[in-house]
């Protein structure tokens, strides 16, 4: 009986220790704390040292717990990211996560060296282990703050994270081997790098669209579609590993390629992973902090200060601006893209790699990691939001996101249900717009279920319920919440987009983000036709608005009455396409093709 009692007993610790690490999150959220730093604080706090008095050393079963966590949340990374996103970023992404992995490690092992006494092996591990970033934090805490980063950078960073872990995780193995086994040839390195990646991206690719087919084709029964989900990308990651390919990386690619095609229960799989990534960090963040004593904290905190420091104001800057030199990003993103770079459970994740295999001096690179992490997410995350502000890489959200209500319909995937408050100073009430591809169903007001035509004209307090394509779904909300101007017009927006042509040029920049001067802005749609074509309206007719273009939809009476909105089309160039945008072409022809 005091087995079945001490069994017990763990199963209610252990649940104790996730339900305060959920409830912590309030406190996270109101005071923009660093979730990760909470996590810890709760699993140092009941460790041996802490007032919870739980004596843990089991390495093993925290680099499982860490592996599977980090492979779920790079799984629903991949299946955030959008194609187009991704290809946009591609290059500085990549460029960080390869080039700026291993400048930033090598900025930072002198410091490593030279404090702790290591020699230049062991000072490189230490350089690796904390080279890679959190973006989970990141975007986190710039949601807290109400902070819409700039796309490009938000962009870059959120690709930059999902890319960088495999390489350091690789980085970090094939240190641990020379010190371990003794050192390989680079030839034998770059050819191992080459083949975790190929086997990673295979296995990744086939691997989501075979969760594609399997979604799409077969008949599951209702609520299996998620664990389905789930349990795929965990064996997409084993089976990657196994065959000695990169299974962080397969398990990325293959997320992309299923958030990036239409498939059944999209939103209950998006909801679920929600839920369970959620639980997953807890559940890594927690033991990470069982395991640390802060006794030994203190014999090496001077030079892991030392360490933390070097990285934050020296090596990751440095490796940025080398990085993104190519890509001509203005000194105000590689400033703020370098001081973000905040290091989370990655690090301390791959600082148990050599607690696991027991290597010399284990102990110390995982003190410095931990401690590396503490500071970064105190320091340079509490400061995001200032950051951000002083070098006017975010636009201030005025309004809190909607909150939107989305339906997957059975026996199709063309078409999803979207629900929205309807707020008292949004766009959709103020003025009336909406895109023609999303057709709204019903009205709820005061409880009671109406048509459009029974509730019109929509009040504020109503929710509106609208018919949309899933891939268009989320580009409604700056519709339903008085957002600023985007920085670009967003291509979701404009498809088969037509609008009367007696709204306002001034209302379109508001929606579009487009260029419009201020003697301009309320100037009709018709009227703008009407000044700029010396003969008669015709429906075709189309005249430039910044980055889109205004068609004549419907003319009357030689007046333009409908509009359609487009992208402008780029003038073809007329010498020949360099070397470099031929490859860009074919790049994207092969992604297009393998996604």
Not at 50 to 63: A, E, H, L
Not at 401 to 422: A, F, K, N, S
Not at 471 to 484: G, I, N, S
Request: a neutral charge; charged letters at 15%; hydrophobic letters at 55%.
């Amino acid at each position: 009986m005091a087995a079945l009692d001490a069994v017990s007993i763990v199963i209610l610790l252990g649940a104790l220790l996730v339900l305060t690490g959920i409830l912590s999150s309030l406190i996270a959220m109101r005071f923009g704390a660093p979730l990760l730093f909470v996590f810890l604080l709760v699993g140092m706090l009941a460790g041996e040292s802490g007032p919870g008095g739980i004596r843990f050393d089991d390495v093993r079963s925290t680099y499982i717990v860490g592996s599977i966590a980090l492979a779920l949340i790079l799984f629903d990374g991949g299946l955030r990211t959008r194609f187009a996103t991704f290809r946009n970023v591609l290059g500085p992404a990549v460029a960080l996560a390869t080039i700026g992995v291993v400048l930033t490690a090598l900025l930072t092992a002198p410091v490593a060296k030279f404090t702790l006494g290591l020699n230049w092996v062991e000072a490189m591990l230490v350089g690796a282990v904390v080279a890679s970033t959190d973006a989970a934090a990141v975007f986190f805490l710039s949601h807290a703050r109400g902070l819409r980063l700039r796309p490009r950078v938000a962009a870059t960073l959120e690709v930059e994270s999902g890319s960088n872990d495999p390489f350091a995780v690789f980085l970090t193995i094939v240190l641990v081997q020379f010190l371990l086994i003794g050192e390989q040839t680079w030839q034998q390195v770059v050819l191992e790098l080459l083949r975790e990646t190929i086997i990673g991206a295979l296995i990744g690719i086939l691997g989501g669209r075979a969760i594609v087919l399997v979604l799409n084709q077969l008949g599951l029964p209702q609520g299996l579609h998620a664990p389905f989900v789930t349990t795929s990308a965990l064996v997409i990651f084993g089976f990657a590993s196994a065959l000695h390919g990169s299974g962080f990386l397969a398990v990325y690619l293959a997320g992309l390629v299923v958030g990036n095609r239409a498939t059944r229960a999209h939103n209950t799989v998006i909801a679920f992973l929600d839920a369970l990534t959620w639980l997953a960090q807890i559940a890594m963040f927690v033991l990470l902090g069982l395991l640390v004593t802060p006794e030994r904290l203190i014999d090496t905190l001077i030079a892991a200060l030392a360490v933390a420091a070097t990285l934050m104001v020296f090596a990751r800057p440095v490796a940025v601006f080398l990085c993104l030199t190519p890509f001509r990003f203005p000194w105000r993103e590689k400033t703020f893209i370098a001081w973000v770079g905040l290091r989370g459970a990655v690090g301390i994740f791959l600082a148990s790699i050599p607690l696991l295999v027991q290597l010399p001096k284990a102990e110390i690179y995982f003190n410095i990691a931990f401690v590396v992490v503490l500071a970064s997410l105190l320091i340079q995350g509490w400061s995001i939001a200032p950051a951000a502000r002083l070098l006017n890489i975010a636009f201030p959200r005025h309004d809190h996101m909607p909150r939107r209500i989305e339906l997957d319909l059975p026996g199709q995937l063309e078409q999803e249900i979207v629900g929205y408050p309807v707020a008292p100073n949004s766009p959709y009430l103020r003025r009336g717009l909406l895109p023609s591809w999303a057709r709204p169903t019903l009205v709820v007001r005061d409880q009671k279920i109406l048509s459009p035509l029974e509730a019109d004209p929509v009040r504020p307090g109503d929710y509106v319920y609208l018919l949309a394509p899933p891939e268009k779904a989320q580009a409604l909300d700056r519709f339903f919440v008085d957002m600023p101007p985007p920085s670009r017009p967003d291509p979701r927006l404009l498809g088969d987009f037509f609008v009367t042509g007696d709204h306002t040029l001034g209302e379109l920049a508001d929606i579009y983000g487009l260029t419009v001067a201020e003697e301009e802005k309320g100037i009709t749609l018709a009227d703008h036709f009407a000044t700029h074509d010396r003969r008669v309206a015709r429906p075709g007719d189309t005249l430039p608005l910044g980055e889109i273009a205004l068609v004549a939809h419907q003319v009357i009476d030689g007046r333009v009455v409908s509009v359609g909105l487009r992208l402008a089309e780029v003038e073809p160039d007329e010498a020949q396409p360099s070397r470099l945008r031929r490859l860009k072409q074919i790049w994207r022809k092969l992604w297009a093709r393998l996604g």
